[in-house]
């Protein structure tokens, strides 16, 4: 029994330590990254596939090696835009912060992804910020998604439009 122990704990030290040598490899190829995504479409199945994508893109290469923004604007806002809200919000067809969608964003964040949400777009569809959005505030809102994504391309932030 002993020996299947040592086995066993030798097993893990090497199984660590290629996962910590992985990890370093990818950080090194990748180094550090500036990424907007671009969400402006209110299709629940890819927005949750733009969310898994931003996921792996972390898992790639690492939380403190990327700083990640996702702007939304125009049907993009349905992402975060809370089921109850769709009957005083008619210009929406989609309300997609449900349980499940919301438990993806609250990782990402964790994992500092930031949110940001299109003032137009806000006004336009006559949005409430603390009403109708999950987990949104004031300090999340841009004057114009297109062109906080013109920004911070300007800044050095990668485009990427799952």
Do not use: W
Not at 91 to 96: D, G, I, R
Not at 114 to 125: E, P, Y
């Amino acid at each position: 029994m002993k020996i299947v122990q040592k086995i066993f704990k030798l097993f893990l030290m090497v199984l660590v330590t290629s996962l910590s040598f992985s990890a370093m490899a990818a950080s090194d190829r990748y180094g550090k990254q500036k990424v907007v995504y671009h969400v402006n479409y209110d299709n629940a199945k890819k927005q949750s596939g733009t969310l898994r994508n931003i996921q792996n893109h972390i898992n790639a290469v690492g939380a403190e090696n990327l700083d990640v923004r996702v702007v939304m604007h125009g049907n993009g806002l349905s992402l975060i835009l809370k089921p109850e809200a769709l009957k005083d919000v008619p210009k929406f067809k989609s309300a997609n912060a449900t349980h499940v969608m919301t438990q993806k964003i609250d990782k990402l964040k964790l994992q500092g992804v930031s949110f940001n949400v299109c003032a137009n777009t806000l006004k336009g569809r006559k949005v409430d910020v603390e009403k109708h959005l999950y987990d949104a505030s004031q300090s999340d809102i841009v004057p114009s998604g297109v062109a906080e994504l013109a920004y911070l391309q300007d800044q050095g932030f990668r485009y990427l439009r799952p």
